[in-house]
């Protein structure tokens, strides 16, 4: 069964320092999406992107973040300056274009530690 | 800000019996709501949906009741069995003109089945 992957499963980083996360979302999907959850807290949705553009972004996705659709595999969300609040899973997640609306399917995560 | 609310953090229950999980909602233009199922240190797994014009979705052991008047759905799950514990969360959205949706996740319920 074709799923989302996501690498690396864990990054640690110094504060102030960049880091990409990495997603290659489902073969067939055109929609994209990043969630995140603190410990303890809600998911909670930064982005969707579609036709290689950014659709929607919550108030969370700041200036410090970007994503990029680099190849035709890879989703990829930059944090450009990473601080301490961070710290947190990262999801990616992706959907079908069919008419209506579809299930998103998530990727098991990158836990992001800041230090 | 509590769109969507999971106001039982957990919830035990005997194998073979029913579980009930319950979510409340504010948002009157929510017209798509979703259950996610996550064990630890995976993503969310998609279970089911119902779309606002019905009140009722069942797949296999699982339903999902919506009752639009008191912003309210719940899942049940019958009969309970030990794999189905796990983090359930309720996850709400409204279709965007971009054709991408965010979904607003409750703070999810904990299942415990006990054998």
């Known amino acids: 069964e074709p799923e989302v992957t996501q690498t690396p499963s864990h990054q640690v980083t110094q504060m102030g320092q960049e880091v990409i996360l990495r997603c290659v979302p489902i073969?067939?999907?055109?929609?994209f999406y990043w969630y995140r959850q603190i410990l303890g807290q809600k998911v909670e949705f930064l982005v969707s992107?579609?036709?290689?553009?950014?659709?929607?972004k919550s108030e969370i996705f700041d200036d410090q973040f970007s994503v990029e659709r680099p190849d035709g595999s890879n989703f990829t969300l930059k944090i450009r300056s990473t601080k301490l609040e961070d710290s947190a899973m990262y999801f990616c997640?992706?959907?079908?274009?069919?008419?209506?609306?579809?299930?998103?399917?998530f990727g098991p995560g990158t836990r992001l530690t800041v230090l | 800000d509590q769109q969507v609310k999971q106001n039982s953090p957990s919830l035990s229950v005997q194998e073979g019996r029913i579980s009930i999980l319950n979510c409340d909602y504010t948002?009157?233009?929510?017209?798509?709501f979703l259950w996610y199922k996550k064990y630890p240190a995976e993503g969310p797994t998609f279970l089911i949906s119902?779309?606002?014009?019905?009140d009722k979705n069942e797949d296999g052991r699982f339903t999902v009741f919506l009752n639009k008047s008191a912003k309210h759905l719940s899942l049940h799950i019958v009969p309970s069995q030990p794999g189905d514990s796990a983090v359930y969360f309720c996850?709400?959205?409204?279709?965007?003109?971009?054709?991408?949706?965010?979904?607003?996740f409750g703070k999810g319920t904990k299942l415990s089945v006990i054998p």
């Open positions: 992107f579609y036709n290689n553009e950014i659709s929607e």
């Open positions: 997640a992706s959907s079908e274009e069919v008419a209506g609306l579809n299930e998103q399917f």
């Open positions: 073969s067939n999907h055109l929609y």
């Open positions: 948002n009157s233009m929510f017209d798509y």
């Open positions: 119902i779309s606002s014009i019905k």
């Open positions: 996850a709400a959205t409204h279709a965007s003109g971009a054709g991408s949706y965010q979904l607003t």
